[in-house]
Nanobody, 119 residues
Framework: QVQLVESGGGLVQAGGSLRLSCAAS????????MGWFRQAPGKERELVAG????????VYSGSVKGRFTISRDNAKNTVYLQMNSLKPEDTAVYSC????????????WGQGIQVTVSS
C-alpha cells in the first residue's frame, strides 16, 4: 500500500498554467509508478498522463499531448503534472494513482484535486 497526496490544483483562466504534484509515502512507495487521471462531471475517468508499464516512457491522452508534461523525482517519490495552455474542457477532478512497477493496473488512488479553467 502507498498513500498519495495531491496538491497544486485551483482556478485558472484559459491559456494559463498549473502544476500538480503527487507525493507518495509508505514503506514501499519506491516500488510504485504514478500517473494522473481526471474525471469531469458526467464523463468517465480518463488517463491523462503516465509512464508506460512496458518501457517507462511518458504517455499522454490525445487531448493533452503537447500541453501537459509528466515528470517525476524518484528521490522524493513525487510525480508532477505541468499543465500549460489550459482550456475550459480541462476542468475536472485530477487524481494521482499508483501501480506496482512492471504491472499495468493502477490500484492505489489519491483523493483527487479540483482543477477549474475559466473561459
Amino acid at each position: 500500500q502507498v498513500q498519495l497526496v495531491e496538491s497544486g490544483g485551483g482556478l485558472v483562466q484559459a491559456g494559463g498554467s498549473l502544476r500538480l504534484s503527487c507525493a507518495a509515502s509508505g514503506r514501499t512507495a519506491s516500488k510504485y509508478v504514478m500517473g494522473w487521471f481526471r474525471q469531469a462531471p458526467g464523463k468517465e475517468r480518463e488517463l491523462v498522463a503516465g509512464f508506460s508499464w512496458s518501457n517507462g516512457n511518458p504517455v499522454y491522452s490525445g487531448s493533452v499531448k503537447g500541453r501537459f508534461t509528466i515528470s517525476r523525482d524518484n528521490a522524493k517519490n513525487t510525480v508532477y503534472l505541468q499543465m500549460n495552455s489550459l482550456k475550459p474542457e480541462d476542468t475536472a477532478v485530477y487524481s494521482c494513482a499508483a501501480r506496482t512497477v512492471g504491472t499495468p493496473s493502477y490500484d492505489n488512488w489519491g483523493q483527487g484535486i479540483q482543477v477549474t479553467v475559466s473561459s
